[in-house]
């Protein structure tokens, strides 16, 4: 059985291109998706995504406006250490995944999660307090061109969330695929191998 499957748009829609993950996830909705899979706009509400993700799930997808440097609209995937949340470094090219090492990192106390904003460090801290976590955390992510005050995406950012939506179905179609392949292994006797009989 394929492991469940968190997509979360995050985002601010009155920061102009933050919007960019709720946008992605507002497409991804209609979308024809596996029955273990849930796709949700949680916006800034941390707090809302911190309790959904303590269901349990094995993967989850973070869709947000992720400035890394590059040009405005560039669509980038990410892996994180969900056990330690600073930014990983920038894919050398569009669609790649990294892991970073983290670096040692002071003990923190309790977190405080703000109830009307996004921090994701936060969120899955208080996933470590309610004795949960989000199994593998992915970021697929979009250089904003601008998150002043306004309503909207910049040309360059809408544009890209047709592409960030077929990356986020291409993750969910190799999860699916890789889950199959781990179900054929284990149900396939081994090369050679024999079919032991019940004795009596």
């Known amino acids: 059985m394929t492991g469940r499957m968190m997509i979360a748009g995050v985002g601010n829609v009155f920061l102009g291109d933050d919007g960019f993950g709720v946008e992605v996830a507002t497409r991804l909705a209609s979308a ?7 796709v949700a706009d949680y916006g800034i509400n941390g707090m809302h995504l911190a309790y959904d ?9 973070l869709v947000d406006a992720s400035p890394r440097g590059g040009a ?29 090492t983290a670096p040692d990192e002071p003990p923190r106390g309790i977190p405080v999660l703000d109830a009307h904003g996004m921090q994701p ?34 040309a360059p950012v809408a544009a890209a969330v047709d592409e960030a939506v077929r990356v986020v179905l291409d993750l969910v179609r190799a999860a699916g695929e890789e889950a199959k392949s781990l179900e054929d292994a284990v149900r ?7 079919q032991l009989r019940r004795g009596g």
Do not use: H, K, N, Q
């Open 32 to 38: 024809d998706l596996p029955d273990w899979v849930r």
């Open 72 to 100: 405005p609209g560039t669509v980038y995937v990410m892996e994180l250490d969900d056990s330690a949340p600073p930014a990983p470094a920038p894919a050398s090219r569009p669609g790649e995944l990294t892991r970073p």
């Open 121 to 154: 460090d936060v969120v899955f801290s208080m996933l470590g307090i309610l004795g949960a976590d989000a199994g593998r955390v992915l970021v697929v992510g979009c250089e904003p061109a601008s998150t002043d005050p306004g309503i909207g995406l910049s």
């Open 53 to 61: 993700l303590a269901e349990g799930y094995d993967t989850t997808i």
């Open 188 to 194: 396939r006797p081994a090369a050679g191998g024999r």
